[in-house]
């Protein structure tokens, strides 16, 4: 289960076998595997193996998150905490 909640990522880490985005701001969603749009109009997907996630492209109507539009990030994980490897344009 990935849990997210909005605005600006501060941090990624891992607890119990859940890995947590911590955002600055109020909306949270929450996301059980695959892929889907969240209610803070980030679009999630984690890799089969459970290391690596890519947070995607915000809606139109959504905060940036502290990425430009159609910008995507990916964040690996290594051990119990992630971090984020690469921003893509």
Request: charged share 20%; hydrophobic share 45%.
């Given at each position: 289960m990935?849990r997210?909640s909005?605005?600006a ?41 459970g290391?690596r ?5 915000p ?6 998150f ?7 990030s ?7 905490s992630?971090?984020?490897e690469?921003?893509?344009?």
């Amino acid at each position: 289960m990935l849990r997210l909640s909005a605005f600006a990522i501060l941090s990624l880490t891992m607890s119990a076998g859940v890995a947590s985005a911590h955002f600055v701001g109020e909306e949270e969603a929450t996301l059980r595997g695959g892929s889907t749009d969240l209610s803070a109009g980030e679009s999630v997907s984690m890799d089969a193996s459970g290391t690596r996630v890519v947070v995607g492209e915000p809606r139109a109507d959504a905060p940036s998150f502290g990425l430009a539009r159609g910008e995507l990030s990916v964040w690996v994980r290594s051990g119990r905490s992630w971090s984020l490897e690469q921003r893509l344009g």
